[in-house]
């Protein structure tokens, strides 16, 4: 109201924000209507601008329903979208998955998609989300050099199944891009939570 009253910027009228709003359709999954405009924002970028990392992590959700009446389904249960299994359909979301995209070379970032899930999301989906992650950012046109999460069990058996290995013997911390068989995609562990876990032992 005050940007509207000083006359800073010519915004439309609270009603019209709100009536924008409330069109809006968010639902888990990754969000193909993004993808539309950031394939038209990458389109113009240079081909190391497109270059970046991919990072997920979870969050921890309060348990809600809400009935949708647009949608005409009920929201708040847990959503992994293709690989939601039967028994999954009845159980309540507390945790939310959360993919974003971070290019090197600019300062802005872009969430891809989220999913719902009850506790910390099994590997087994995890590893799967992933892939089809990197494969969304890849046709929108960015091109993703690595994967970037804590350390938490589920994550760490997840880039498991992608190939990676911490053990001295068997090391191995990069993947071949699954669209681009001539790339890597490297692992990287997110440094604040390796230096929280070192101090949490010391």
Not at 179 to 189: A, G, H, L, P
Request: glycine share 8%; with cysteine; hydrophobic share 40%.
């Amino acid at each position: 109201k005050m940007l509207r009253q000083l006359e800073y910027l010519p915004l439309p009228s609270v009603a019209t924000l709100n009536r924008s709003i409330k069109s809006l359709r968010p639902e888990f999954g990754f969000d193909k209507t993004m993808g539309v405009s950031l394939t038209q924002k990458l389109s113009s970028f240079e081909l190391k601008e497109r270059r970046g990392m991919l990072l997920f992590d979870e969050v921890q959700l309060s348990k809600h329903l809400d009935f949708r009446a647009d949608l005409r389904k009920t929201v708040g249960m847990v959503d992994f979208g293709n690989y939601t299994e039967s028994h999954n359909l009845s159980q309540e979301g507390d945790h939310a998955l959360v993919f974003m995209f971070r290019p090197h070379l600019n300062g802005w970032l872009q969430t891809v998609g989220s999913f719902c899930s009850a506790g910390t999301t099994p590997s087994a989906v995890l590893s799967k989300l992933i892939l089809e992650a990197i494969v969304f950012l890849e046709n929108c046109g960015a091109l993703v050099d690595g994967l970037v999460c804590d350390g938490a069990s589920t994550n760490r058996k997840a880039l498991t199944t992608l190939g990676f290995c911490g053990k001295m013997s068997g090391l191995c911390n990069k993947m071949v891009n699954p669209c681009d068989d001539t790339r890597n995609i490297y692992f990287f562990s997110d440094t604040p939570h390796l230096l929280k876990t070192i101090r949490n032992n010391l």
